[in-house]
């Protein structure tokens, strides 16, 4: 497996593990739609959160989270639409990041609640 899916997995292992450790429960990882995939879906509070990832070994270009842009909001967000509609889904919808930074196996986790909104139309 290529280094950087390696690390994208190790990502999201940390990323699941503090998620639970903070009272989400898992529902699904790495659910597809097309081309198109969702890094983990939670539950905390009734609330649905759709969770997208981002692992760095270095922030000297920026942190992780700065990486999600507008094309990945949008990739989001029509996907977590599919996923609703697949699952039939009726809660309350969040869209959360996990930025984790990895250097010399240490990692530091920064979770950013609300990270970003569904445009209105």
């Keep these: 497996m ?6 994208g997995q190790e990502g999201e292992d940390i990323a ?9 429960t898992i529902l699904d990882r790495n659910w ?17 959160v759709f969770v997208e990832v981002k692992t760095r070994t270095s922030t000297d270009y920026g942190a992780p989270w ?3 842009d507008d ?11 599919a996923y609703i509609r697949f699952r039939q889904v009726d809660m309350d919808v969040r869209f959360d990041i996990v930025s984790i930074s ?6 530091k986790v920064e979770h950013i609640e609300q990270a970003f909104f569904p445009p209105v139309e």
Aim: aromatic share 8%; glycine share 6%; charged share 35%.
């Design 16 to 24: 699941a593990r503090y998620l639970e450790e903070h009272g989400y």
């Design 71 to 81: 094309k990945k909001i949008r990739r989001t967000i029509h996907t977590a639409d």
């Design 2 to 7: 290529a280094k950087h899916l390696i690390l």
């Design 32 to 48: 597809r739609s097309g081309h198109k995939e969702l890094d983990l879906i939670v539950t905390k509070d009734s609330t649905l």
């Design 102 to 107: 990895i250097e010399d196996g240490d990692f």
């Design 66 to 68: 700065s990486f999600v």
